[in-house]
């Protein structure tokens, strides 16, 4: 049994292979976030989820879930002893989507932050250069690079779209 655990785990793990796209979306985004001084800004953390039963979001985790980007405020700081599993739920949630993922996938994460208790939850797809704001589980609106910028109305958090997904230049960029 406990081969099928790691096995889903690793499968998770897997299918959530980062990107160049995903990457420069998780750093843009968090850096535009930690410009604001009335959050703290943390990237990969560890949500503690032991209490709770995830699995009709189709979760496998069983302890944690880590969102890409995540926001609480600004009382959070350097811990002295270092803390694995935040319990505090915060403020924000956000996912990116990469190129192996589901959208589906990540989209009963996010319905799954809100049953945690989050206040809001984004959703970022790099492919498109779209933003989905997320209030409630099933409101959202969505940001493109036809708009000025990406705004939180539940957060009352402002982002220049154009500066989450922008090129250095008009062609584009292969490695």
Request: charged fraction near 25%; charge should be negative; proline fraction near 4%.
């Amino acid at each position: 049994m406990n081969e099928l655990l790691e096995e889903d785990i690793l499968e998770e793990d897997d299918s959530k292979m980062g990107s160049i796209n995903h990457s420069l979306t998780q750093v843009r985004i968090a850096s535009l976030l930690n410009n604001d001084e009335r959050f703290t800004v943390m990237t990969e953390l560890s949500l503690d989820i032991s209490q709770q039963d995830f699995s009709r979001y189709g979760i496998k985790a069983k302890d944690e879930i880590k969102p890409d980007i995540c926001l609480y405020p600004n009382t959070i700081d350097w811990q002295d002893i270092d803390i694995l599993k935040m319990k505090e739920m915060p403020l924000l949630a956000i996912e990116i989507l990469s190129p192996m993922q589901s959208l589906e996938t990540l989209k009963n994460k996010l319905y799954a932050y809100f049953a945690l208790g989050v206040k809001s939850c984004w959703l970022a797809i790099p492919s498109i250069e779209a933003i989905d704001i997320y209030s409630q589980p099933k409101q959202h609106k969505t940001f493109t690079m036809t708009d000025s910028e990406v705004i939180d109305e539940q957060l009352e958090i402002q982002l220049p779209i154009q500066k989450v997904f922008k090129r250095r230049s008009n062609e584009v960029q292969t490695v």
